[in-house]
């Protein structure tokens, strides 16, 4: 039995528009039947295969990329297209401290779930994510034994995000957090 990771929470919607294979100029009618913040599942005439590149163009809402993930005959799962990492212009603000632990992050409209972190550092942090993010995104992370920290996805490669919190923590605090994690040098 393959072991997926949890599908993120989708919603029914119905929104049509065309989309287009990347390197075609052949447009498609679709629809859409279901929405998430990672993809879709639509219907549509265009005869698509797995890992299949394509553009959808919705009315009033821009283009998306995305990728083919399955085609049934009743329906095309699609997911979409991450951007990649911003390259670093400046040096980082403060060190990472590489660690292995679970925060608990909740995106504006979403439940609250356990995401893992790899590092953490005053200014931000590292998550491992079960969907696919997007850059720019606003969430909530909540630290052990503090209140939620506002924060942003700076950067999205594969799985893993970089979140910059809004304010940073203060160094006492950063510095109590290490040592309860046994993490303090």
């Not at 953490?120 to 590292?126: A, V």
Request: glycine share 8%; charged share 25%.
């Amino acid at each position: 039995m393959i072991d997926h990771p949890p599908r993120e929470e989708r919603r029914p919607v119905a929104l049509s528009g065309w989309l287009v294979r990347n390197g075609s100029s052949q447009a498609y009618d679709f629809q859409i039947d279901d929405l998430s913040y990672g993809g879709c599942r639509l219907r549509s005439t265009a005869k698509l295969a797995r890992g299949e590149k394509v553009q959808l163009n919705v009315l009033r809402r821009g283009t998306i990329p995305a990728t083919v993930q399955w085609h049934n005959g009743q329906g095309i799962g699609l997911s979409f297209a991450t951007e990649p990492p911003e390259k670093a212009l400046k040096p980082r603000k403060g060190e990472r401290v590489p660690l292995k632990t679970e925060l608990v992050v909740r995106h504006a409209g979403r439940r609250p779930r356990v995401l893992d972190v790899s590092d953490l550092s005053r200014f931000g942090c590292c998550l491992l994510c079960d969907d696919l993010p997007r850059a720019d995104e606003w969430l909530w992370v909540a630290l052990p034994g503090l209140a939620p920290v506002e924060a942003r996805i700076r950067w999205v490669d594969g799985r893993r995000a970089g979140v910059e919190f809004v304010h940073p923590i203060h160094e006492a605090v950063f510095d109590l957090l290490l040592l309860r994690w046994g993490l303090a040098a």
